[in-house]
């Protein structure tokens, strides 16, 4: 690779790399607002309770993040037997 690919490959590669904290800190912000909305009227040791609970929960997996961690499980498995398992793993009786 010429220095100039290279540093071309950089300069868009870099906004994606200093976007991450950005989304992952609006996330938390998120969940923190919806927490709060939900929270309602409660009041001390009830609502510290209540936001410890609702910030730790931890939100249902999406389809494709479903897939990686069964197709990681997969690993080793062939044909008929991998249908079967994958079919069990997504379907969420694994």
């Known amino acids: 690779m010429t220095m100039k690919k290279v540093l071309a490959m950089l300069l868009l590669l870099a906004p994606l ?7 992952a800190q609006n996330s938390q912000q998120s969940k923190m607002a919806e927490c709060n909305r939900q929270a309602g009227s409660k009041k001390g040791d009830e609502r510290k309770a ?10 249902p997996m999406s ?13 080793g498995k062939k044909g008929d037997e991998r249908k079967a398992f994958m079919k069990e793993c997504l379907s969420g009786k694994h």
Do not use: G
Not at 17 to 23: E, H, M, W
């Open 63 to 75: 389809q494709q993040e479903k897939m990686k961690a069964c197709n990681k499980e997969a690993t």
């Open 50 to 59: 209540f936001m410890k609970e609702c910030l730790s929960a931890k939100k």
């Open 17 to 23: 790399y200093y976007s991450a904290p950005t989304f």
